[in-house]
């Protein structure tokens, strides 16, 4: 089973909808959760972190954590043209074997059509 | 100001030589990394570096080395580079809080291409 999944995409939403993202991770550990967005050419750029379950809104994103179904996801409401993107879902690691650092999933391409 | 900042943006390099990228943040803090992203644009951590404690990812081949000569640098030292090698490298670094990191920020990366 992989660390972080997301399903690559690409996912096309129209301009001014919701654009909605998902993750799961597979360490029942996990306390933080983040996402990047990630533009051609670009270094990953962290849009929300969310630590406890529930909701947290920021401006147009919401991300939601539910560590019972070891599930993450963001919202994009009143999407943008702009927010077309590559977004990244993260998750620290802790391993004693490993690199103590976040590990990503392989990002979903998201493409808003005007 | 640039939180986290690596040099070169760009490396073109033949096979067999050694090069070096450079990695500095002024965000004060406490841990740096290095993450290589492949051309199928996955990210995957290689070193974690805090308070003179080196974690490196298994699967990193020996020939690269990072080295931390104060806590906001942390250099990447690549010895007999090889084809496989080319891909982008992103430094960041993030604070830890207790036994949970805050967010990571990255630098704008160096595309490294072997020839």
């Known amino acids: 089973q992989k660390e972080v999944e997301q399903n690559s995409g690409p996912l096309s939403v129209p301009e001014g909808a919701i654009a909605s993202l998902n993750c799961t991770y597979s360490?029942?550990?996990?306390?933080?959760f983040f996402w990047y967005r990630q533009y051609s050419g670009k270094s990953p750029e962290l849009i929300m972190s969310i630590y406890s379950n529930g909701d947290k809104e920021d401006g147009r994103f919401t991300a939601q954590l539910n560590k019972a179904s070891q599930y993450v996801s963001l919202l994009i409401r009143d999407s943008q043209p702009s927010d077309s993107a590559t977004y990244l879902c993260a998750v620290w690691k802790y391993s004693g074997g490993g690199a103590d650092g976040l590990t990503f999933g392989k990002g979903t391409h998201l493409i808003i059509q005007p | 100001d640039t939180a986290v900042s690596q040099t070169p943006k760009y490396l073109v390099t033949q096979m067999g030589n050694d090069k070096s990228i450079k990695c500095e943040q002024n965000?004060?803090?406490?841990?740096m990394y290095w993450y290589k992203q492949d051309s199928k644009k996955f990210l995957k951590i290689m070193f974690s570096y805090n308070n003179k404690e080196l974690i490196i990812n298994e699967t990193v081949p020996n020939r690269f080395s990072p080295k931390s000569p104060d806590k906001a640098h942390l250099n990447l030292h690549i010895n007999s580079l090889e084809l496989g090698d080319s891909a982008v490298y992103f430094c960041?670094?993030?604070?830890?809080?207790?036994?949970?990191?805050?967010?990571?920020?990255f630098g704008q990366g160096t595309r490294l291409t072997v020839v």
């Open positions: 360490d029942r550990g996990s306390q933080s």
């Open positions: 965000l004060g803090h406490d841990t």
């Open positions: 960041a670094s993030s604070q830890k809080q207790g036994t949970m990191n805050t967010e990571a920020f």
